[in-house]
């Protein structure tokens, strides 16, 4: 249950180093898709019920701490920023703040890294693939690619490869 | 669009075959070529187009995302890309009897005389070798039992590397587009817009094909999915000569797709053993998929 806990607050971290890559390099306000953000950490069932980040009551969330909407770039309204303590992960330290907005976080902003690395390295070692199990059958016409066991030429013409690239052509 | 690497996280490049180029003008250098997962929500919609061809036995899947993507320059881009794929093919291929590959293991062909890219995937392959505890080999049983060299296993995943990120190069020159390469199931994807949703790459169920278990939306970097789904059983344990079982297939997310497809196939062959070595591996995420049908994701 412990490793759980720990698996799901670095998965935590992780999410959130990641959509604070993208609001540090993308021009675009932060846009961290909350549809996105549902994450999974071990073995199959239990894992995958881990709707990570939108809860803020969360132990493993970072807890509510001062408000602020200083760089917060997507912050607006109603929205409340969260500072977390900093969490010991087998990379180092991590803090991080949030902007939540309706229960789900629309920005968010490490404020320390892992010390001795570049910052960018950092975050991407938590590349964690977000698992998104739940919408897969209705999204299925918006994938882009698949990846599985190697297909043959002989196998695309029936593969979901193909459907999809047909449609673009 | 530049999908090169620092040299540590992507040995693919500036090898012999490549040479380094700058980042295209509207380009701006990527910090790291690290893979990037998740991010904004769909935004606008890009004129996209896919192209199709079947190269090393295996289906190629090009999309391009961008104002030019429908556009010629773009469709010659596209068959340069091929066009390079069919080109490692005449010297890789193990079914042809006149490429160098084929000459390396009857022993008409030393390795230290062969094409430059050869012996450069021949140095990748022993650095996989070393990287993967043996667990990945170029060295096989050919059909005597006898030893025999062959880099199939990494020259796929090379290949589409290379040709995809000759493609990068192409794009920059026609200003911000995305674009993904599908390898028979292999997925290297970049992008240099902004405006433009994730890739989203669906891992297959090894156990029914036509359902995906799960989505891992991706702007950059690559997957590989290694397991015995597609052409049954085709992976040996170089270490025992048997087929490998205990998984039934490994995904590799990683900053190159060499790497991916590498890591993959060992993982696959690891089994059991897969997931702490796994977890060794910086920079790399990993979905394996046991027997039961759980899923683990990892780190």
């Keep these: ?169 | 669009m530049s999908p090169a690497a620092s040299p540590a996280a992507n040995p693919a490049a500036g090898g012999p075959g490549s040479s380094p180029v700058p980042p295209g003008p509207a380009t701006p250098p990527a910090p790291t070529a690290l893979p990037r997962l998740g991010g904004p929500a769909r935004l606008g919609e890009q004129p996209r187009r896919a192209f199709v061809a079947q190269i090393m036995g295996l289906p190629m899947s090009l999309h391009v995302r961008g104002p030019a993507a429908r556009g010629p320059e773009v469709a010659e881009a596209a068959e340069a890309t091929f066009a390079a794929l069919r080109a490692d093919h005449e010297l890789f291929s193990t079914y042809r009897e006149s490429s160098q590959v084929s000459r390396i293991r009857r022993g008409d062909l030393r390795l230290s005389d062969a094409h430059p890219r050869v012996r450069r995937v021949a140095a990748l392959c022993e650095q996989a070798r070393q990287r993967t505890g043996g667990a990945f080999s170029a060295w096989l049983p050919d059909a005597t039992g006898a030893p025999a060299f062959d880099p199939t296993g990494l020259v796929k995943g090379w290949a589409a590397e290379q040709a995809f990120t000759a493609l990068g190069r192409r794009l920059a020159r026609l200003g911000p587009h995305d674009a993904l390469l599908s390898a028979g199931g292999d997925v290297i994807v970049a992008c240099t817009r902004t405006d433009t949703p994730d890739w989203q790459i669906g891992i297959e169920d090894p156990r029914d094909r036509s359902r995906l278990l799960l989505t891992v939306p991706l702007r950059r970097g690559a997957i590989a999915t290694s397991g015995t789904a597609a052409r049954g059983q085709h992976i040996r344990d170089p270490a025992t000569g048997s087929p490998p079982a205990g998984l039934l297939s490994a995904t590799v997310v990683s900053p190159s797709l060499t790497w991916a497809d590498v890591y993959a196939t060992a993982a696959y062959v690891r089994g059991p053993t897969a997931a702490p070595w796994l977890t060794t591996l910086p920079n790399h995420a990993a979905i394996l998929i046991h027997p039961d049908g759980t899923l683990h994701t990892l780190p």
């Design chain 1, 1 to 169: 249950m412990r490793r759980i806990a720990i698996a799901v607050l670095s998965t935590i971290s992780a999410l959130v180093l990641l959509f604070s890559y993208h609001t540090s390099t993308n021009s675009q306000p932060a846009a961290a898709g909350p549809g996105t953000a549902r994450s999974a950490g071990t073995a199959g069932g239990a894992a995958s019920t881990t709707s990570a980040p939108p809860d803020p009551t969360t132990s493993s969330t970072p807890a509510a701490g001062s408000t602020s909407s200083a760089g917060s770039p997507a912050a607006a309204g109603t929205a409340g920023t969260y500072t977390g303590d900093a969490v010991a992960t087998r990379w180092g330290p991590v803090q991080v703040e949030i902007t939540v907005q309706d229960g789900k976080i629309t920005a968010a902003a490490a404020i320390q890294y892992p010390q001795g690395n570049h910052r960018d390295e950092e975050i991407n070692a938590y590349a964690v693939p977000m698992l998104n199990q739940e919408t897969i059958q209705a999204q299925s016409a918006d994938i882009d690619a698949v990846s599985g066991a190697t297909i043959t030429s002989s196998g695309y013409i029936e593969s979901l490869q193909s459907a999809i690239d047909k449609a673009q052509l």
